[in-house]
T-cell receptor
Framework: AQSVSQHNHHVILSEAASLELGCNYS??????LFWYVQYPGQHLQLLLK??????LVKGIKGFEAEFIKSKFSFNLRKPSVQWSDTAEYFC???????????FGKGTLLTVNP | NAGVTQTPKFRVLKTGQSMTLLCAQD?????MYWYRQDPGMGLRLIHY???????AKGEVPDGYNVSRLKKQNFLLGLESAAPSQTSVYFC??????????????FGSGTRLTVV
């Protein structure tokens, strides 16, 4: 069955620390990968997405993610977090011909000033 | 261009009551989805539709029904609400096809409480 797993339930960092959130997927064939962010009380916003090509994807707000096919991973990174990055982050995946977007359970990021 | 609009934004129901959540998109997207979001569970797919007049079950369909009579609208119905259906419901849509041309657009959510 198709699935997405996120390694950390809650990550707490201080401002200026580096961030890496893990995401692994289980999909056969072509996979499309996404990272979404949800700020408190708001709806989902797309941070970045990977369809094909360069495995290092740059998104909004200084975030990037690297697709490593051999590890079935799509980890999210940011060199220096800010207090405003406090939010919940969701990794999601869909197959090339699959209509459905499957989400991980989310990682809550708390950035302390 | 409003994107994906969900109504209502908030609702409180009593156990056993029924209601319909409306999702409307103005992007001429073929595919539409209903998800529920619960703490620690991420977003789980309830039902989806790949075109007008078609619907299919997702991961957690029990207790819900859907209809896609018009391409732009996707309705989610609760026939007899239960406290376990207390959740935040998100609608999404995307255009058909594969590759870089498509992306998912999400609505702002409906917060439903069943007491």
């Amino acid at each position: 069955a198709q699935s997405v797993s996120q390694h950390n339930h809650h990550v707490i960092l201080s401002e200026a620390a580096s961030l890496e959130l893990g995401c692994n997927y289980s999909y056969g064939g072509t996979v499309n990968l996404f990272w979404y962010v949800q700020y408190p009380g708001q709806h989902l916003q797309l941070l970045l997405k990977y369809f094909s090509g360069d495995p290092l994807v740059k998104g909004i707000k200084g975030f990037e993610a690297e697709f490593i096919k051999s590890k079935f991973s799509f980890n999210l990174r940011k060199p220096s977090v800010q207090w405003s990055d406090t939010a919940e982050y969701f990794c999601a995946a869909s197959g090339g011909s699959n209509y459905k977007l499957t989400f991980g359970k989310g990682t809550l990021l708390t950035v302390n000033p | 261009n409003a994107g994906v609009t969900q109504t209502p934004k908030f609702r409180v129901l009593k156990t056993g009551q029924s209601m319909t959540l409306l999702c409307a998109q103005d992007m001429n997207h073929e595919y539409m989805y209903w998800y529920r979001q619960d703490p620690g569970m991420g977003l789980r797919l309830i039902h989806y539709s790949v075109g007008e007049g078609t619907t299919a079950k997702g991961e957690v369909p029990d207790g819900y029904n859907v209809s896609r009579l018009k391409k732009q609208n996707f309705l989610l119905g609760l026939e007899s609400a239960a406290p376990s259906q207390t959740s935040v419901y998100f609608c999404a849509s995307r255009q058909s096809g594969t590759g870089k041309t498509y992306g998912y657009t999400f609505g702002s959510g409906t917060r439903l409480t069943v007491v």
